[in-house]
């Protein structure tokens, strides 16, 4: 920062008010900007990875040709017809199936239209999924299963990350104790997946004890009451709630609690507990101050991270939620449901990133928006 | 050298190093072994069989050692050919008129308190015009003998015990009520009901008649029990032993490579970047971004349905998606921070090239910090190679823990009870994972001075 030297003080406050806000626009804008450009390439990456450069095409024009070849053999198998008929009448239905999936018009001009589409949240129609409602629009597909997924993982996500950072802040009071060990013990049990520690609790919850459902989100028939269901529903969460937890639990409270740790073992907080402050204070004043942007950051992240649901785990145990939906989609190579999910993704995690850059600035008073590097 | 030691004496310190290092001493084992064992086309061929090459076993019985956890003893599964098993003799008497006499015995104890599923004879004769004839007598352990069956042996003949309706009469007759399963009835006391088993040694004893010179007859006989091998079976008959053993070297080949791989490479672009800084580092953050967004298990789905379910591909792929995370931007935090020491600056002041200095004096500095995370990346890969297989999109040719998994996945072991099928494979997963961190936890807290005493 260069100054002028200004006469007056009063100036020099106005001017540098005005400063910083031309700096925090010129950053605020390079920021969308880059934010931006990312989504349009990672859009257009994912895209082109669906469409395999457009490879895909050319497997459904077979399956195309295939079918309607099957068809018209089956339409006229009893009619006197002749072979060039025939062969007209397959030609002009293949035509008219590859024009209604746009396989008539170049890959590449598709895929821009594609990325239009994406980017102005147009989701447009599944190529093959159905919802379960009858609809073929991608929107309906993914408002159907985003209950489910959010449900389990919304249940699973928050459950863990609160308890395990306030249990972390608590371990990392009581460090060196029987628990502390026990955590550092247990954290390598995180390294198996949550689907991993699923078939184990189907294992014994459901196929030994028949305790609990082996998988499905509520009964066949669904009970009657909203009581009977809600209870039924939660019955059917148990075991695969349960392994998203157990999965991640351990590692995520040993690394709270270092993290913890290593704040609480800054001089400050020495220094305040030798002024004699209630452990409480240093607490919430020494260590959750600046630790609050990572928190919250993490906790932003979890946030969005729901969104993509978890494939794995829903397909063992049948969770009809997003992330087993994806899943088919990908068989079905049904990219307009493929595409659609990402694109959702990307501007969650594009506006949570921008957004935290402002939560940084309010809740840590050592980040200074734009200026301050070399 | 000393370095070295003193590292290995701080590593002995945590007992979780050293279990988790016996682990891995232990899979590295098992890897070399199952290569030693059974060469890699054998594994293959082995686990692309069908019948011909599993018709010994039967279908979905556990392991053998599963009879020491219960209380019921169930029948192992065996099959002996004659004149090659010790037990099983076969003694020829060469007539004068070009005819000979085969007189085939083997005697065998039954002391399960189960029955066989099936038994078969695999009969292989060699003549020109007039085939072989034979009889067989099952001698039992109560003085009592039942005769199977005689017949003429076509070239290849199989015979089936629960497909004879002479055999099934015979031995109805024999229980006074009707049986299912012949071979029930043939290890059963006599009119007992329900059937019980009839411990003791049993002598089968087959006569075999040969009308040509250079004619002979060749039989192996084959009992389905309820228990097999090592690890037990699938249901294709095969042998879980093969899987088992192979899923090791595989698991530990894609684990290390993708970890080896993601680890190297994101260090030396992320040391590229903070060297060159400008808009080579710019475009390694952008596309560090980029790569945040992409959908990772999306993508590798993707790859193995439309393209290809190779083992390698998915590795490559895997690397590729996974040098760009947020392990390039911790890498280049510190090699801003490396870069401004001042023996780099004194590289700099007696001419060193850029690469010499990125290659001899950036990189090696964080070496002690890769080594714990490339350890505690493995778990990982090998789960993700597991979790793929899971999804149905392993491997086709190669046999895998994670496509032992799939299988019973897909045969519903757990509601019909086969538990052995999910849980070797399982546990020996768990196994490999646990290993892996618990070795690359206490690499980390030796390693990383911020960790150390925590």
Redesign the interface.
């Known amino acids: 920062m260069t100054s002028e030297t200004p006469s007056k003080e009063n100036l020099q406050i106005k001017s540098t008010a005005a400063d910083t806000f031309k700096r925090l626009m010129r950053f605020m804008s390079f920021r969308v900007l880059m934010l931006v450009v990312t989504i349009v390439v990672a859009v257009y990456s994912t895209i082109m990875i669906a469409n395999m450069g457009g490879y895909v095409d050319t497997i459904m024009r077979n399956d195309i040709r295939e079918s309607t070849i099957m068809k018209v053999a089956a339409m006229t198998a009893n009619k006197p017809i002749s072979g060039d008929a025939r062969r007209q009448m397959q030609e002009e239905m293949i035509a008219l199936e590859e024009k209604r999936l746009g396989l008539d018009t170049p890959f590449i001009i598709r895929s821009f239209r594609y990325l239009g589409n994406a980017l102005t949240l147009n989701l447009g129609r599944a190529i093959y999924m159905v919802s379960d409602h009858g609809s073929k629009a991608v929107r309906a597909i993914i408002l159907e299963r985003l209950p489910a997924t959010l449900l389990l993982m919304g249940t699973a996500e928050l459950f863990l990350f609160f308890t395990s950072v306030f249990l972390a802040l608590m371990l990392s009071r009581s460090y060196g104790s029987f628990w502390d060990k026990l955590v550092i013990t247990l954290s390598p049990t995180s390294a198996a997946p949550p689907w991993f520690y699923g078939i184990f609790f189907i294992l014994i919850f459901a196929a030994v004890l028949k305790i609990l459902p082996f998988g499905g989100m509520v009964s066949s028939p669904p009970p009657e009451t909203t009581i009977g269901y809600s209870l039924d529903l939660l019955k059917h969460m148990i075991l695969p709630a349960s392994s998203l937890v157990i999965s991640a639990f351990f590692i995520s409270l040993y690394n709270w609690r270092t993290f913890f740790l290593i704040y609480s073992s800054e001089d400050y907080v020495d220094m305040a507990k030798a002024k004699g402050l209630t452990s409480r204070d240093i607490e919430r004043r020494y260590i959750l101050r600046p630790t609050l942007p990572t928190i919250i950051t993490n906790f932003a992240l979890l946030i969005i991270s729901l969104w993509t649901g978890a494939t794995i785990t829903e397909t063992v145990f049948l969770w009809p939620g997003l992330g087993r939906t994806i899943f088919r989609a990908i068989g079905f190579y049904d990219t307009p449901v493929i595409v659609g999910t990402t694109i959702i993704y990307a501007y969650l995690l594009a506006i949570t990133v921008f957004l935290l850059d402002f939560v940084y600035a309010i809740v840590d008073p050592r980040v200074k928006v734009g200026g301050g590097n070399k | 050298m000393n370095n070295l030691k003193n590292t290995f004496r701080e590593i002995s310190r945590y007992p979780?190093a050293i279990f988790?290092g016996i682990i891995v001493l232990f899979l590295v084992g098992l890897a070399i072994f199952a290569m030693i064992k059974i060469p890699y086309s054998e594994a293959i061929r082995l686990w692309r069989g069908g019948e011909e090459v599993w018709y010994q076993n039967p279908k979905n019985v556990p392991p053998t050692w599963y009879n020491y956890f219960t209380k019921t003893k169930l029948p192992e599964s065996f099959a002996v050919k004659a004149s090659e098993d010790g037990e099983f003799s076969k003694t020829i008497t060469q007539n004068a008129d070009g005819t000979a006499f085969i007189d085939y015995e083997y005697k065998f104890d039954f002391e399960a308190d189960d029955f066989p599923q099936e038994m078969f004879f695999y009969f292989d004769a060699a003549y020109e015009s007039k085939s072989p004839f034979v009889t067989v007598t099952l001698f039992r352990p109560d003085g009592s003998d039942i005769k199977i069956g005689d017949f003429g042996v076509t070239h290849q003949l199989t015979y089936r015990f629960s497909q004879d309706e002479r055999l099934i009469k015979r031995v109805d007759r024999l229980m006074h009520r009707e049986i299912i399963n012949p071979v029930e009835g043939l290890f059963a006391v006599l009119e007992s009901k329900p059937s019980q088993p009839l411990k003791g040694t049993y002598k089968l004893v087959m006569h075999a008649t040969t009308f040509e010179k250079d004619s002979d007859l060749n039989i192996e006989f084959v009992s389905h029990g309820q228990v097999s091998g090592l690890f037990g079976t699938d249901h294709a008959r095969r042998d879980l032993t093969v899987p088992m053993l192979w899923g090791a070297p595989i698991a530990l080949a894609f684990g290390l490579l993708a970890a080896l791989g993601t680890s190297v490479l994101s260090m030396i672009i992320a040391a590229i970047g903070a060297w060159f800084g400008g808009w080579l580092d710019e475009l390694i953050q952008?596309i560090t971004?980029?790569?945040?967004?992409?959908?990772f298990?999306?993508?590798l789905?993707?790859?193995g349905?439309?393209?290809s379910r190779s083992i390698w591909v998915i590795l490559g792929v895997t690397i590729a998606l996974s040098i760009f995370t947020g392990a390039i931007k911790t890498n280049r935090a510190i090699f801003l921070q490396v870069k401004e020491s001042t023996y780099i600056e004194a590289a700099r002041a007696y001419g060193a090239t850029d690469w010499r200095i990125i290659f001899k004096y950036l990189i090696p500095r964080i070496i002690p910090l890769l080594i714990p995370a490339l350890v505690s990346a493995v778990?990982?890969y090998v789960?993700l190679e597991?979790?793929l297989a899971?999804?149905g999109l392993g491997d086709p040719v190669l046999p895998t823990w994670g496509k032992i998994?799939n299988d019973a996945?897909t045969y519903n072991a757990?509601?019909k009870?086969y538990?052995y099928w999910?849980?070797e494979p399982?546990v020996l997963?768990?196994f490999t994972?646990?290993g892996?961190?618990?070795l690359g936890?206490s690499l980390d807290r030796i390693f990383n001075p911020?960790?150390r005493g925590?």
């Open positions: 979780s988790g952008r971004e980029i790569n945040l967004v992409l959908p298990l999306a993508i789905i993707m790859i349905t439309f393209y778990p990982g789960f597991a979790s899971v999804l998994i996945e757990l509601y009870g538990y999910i849980l399982a997963l768990m994972g646990l892996f961190a618990m936890f911020k960790l925590m």
